[in-house]
């Protein structure tokens, strides 16, 4: 828990009481290696801290999945879009390793927003956080090449991103697994 106070306190310091009453709202979570947190259809509950692992966001398909989103640790990560109008999510959220989750539940986040000093503050940081990571996403299709997105991904988490299938980052960058074989060939 030590480290999310760590990561609040980076956005807007808590005093030690809102501190106390924030995490008396979080439950710990940990799950296993290919885990759905979420799926496709359900209402997202939470909003999870990532203590440890690593997250994808996708929309299932038969033949491939389409991963647009990848969270890892000391991230919050959340179908943000069902958790704020509490609507069935069109995506899944799932588990690529060993993961540690601090949760808490969309009213009990409301209740620290109305109860803190600084609840609110955060709340918008992070909000904006997560939209600007989508606004860059976003840019990179209309702006880069698949190579760039791979490289911009590689340079953001160089450790992390070699725990992540292949055919998960291929996906993520809009391309096939063959197409990324030959760009990480021309690049080594």
């Known amino acids: 828990m030590k480290e999310i106070r760590r990561f609040i306190d980076t ?3 808590m005093n030690d009481s809102d501190w106390e009453f924030f995490a008396s709202k979080l439950q710990k979570v940990a ?8 799926e496709v259809g359900k209402t997202e509950k939470y909003l999870s801290f990532i203590s440890q692992g690593i997250i994808r966001l996708y929309i299932p398909k038969e033949t491939s ?15 943000y879009d069902s958790f704020l109008t509490q609507s069935p999510s069109q995506y899944q959220i799932e588990t690529l390793t060993e993961t540690i ?36 996403r976003e840019l990179s299709f209309l702006n880069k090449t698949a190579e760039e ?13 070699k725990q992540i299938p292949l055919k998960y980052i ?7 697994p063959q197409a990324l074989s030959r760009i990480r060939k021309r690049i080594t």
Do not use: C
């Open 11 to 13: 956005i807007a310091p």
């Open 31 to 38: 799950l296993e290696k290919n885990t759905v947190v979420l």
């Open 65 to 79: 999945d389409l991963t647009f989103g990848f969270v890892f640790d000391n991230e919050f990560v959340t179908a």
């Open 101 to 136: 989750l601090w949760k808490i539940s969309n009213n009990d986040l409301q209740e620290v927003y109305k109860k803190t000093k600084n609840g609110n503050l955060i709340g918008r940081k992070m909000a904006e956080k997560m939209f600007l990571i989508k606004s860059k």
């Open 149 to 161: 997105r791979y490289l911009d991904l590689f340079s953001d988490r160089p450790k992390l991103v």
């Open 170 to 176: 291929a996906s993520y960058i809009g391309v096939t």
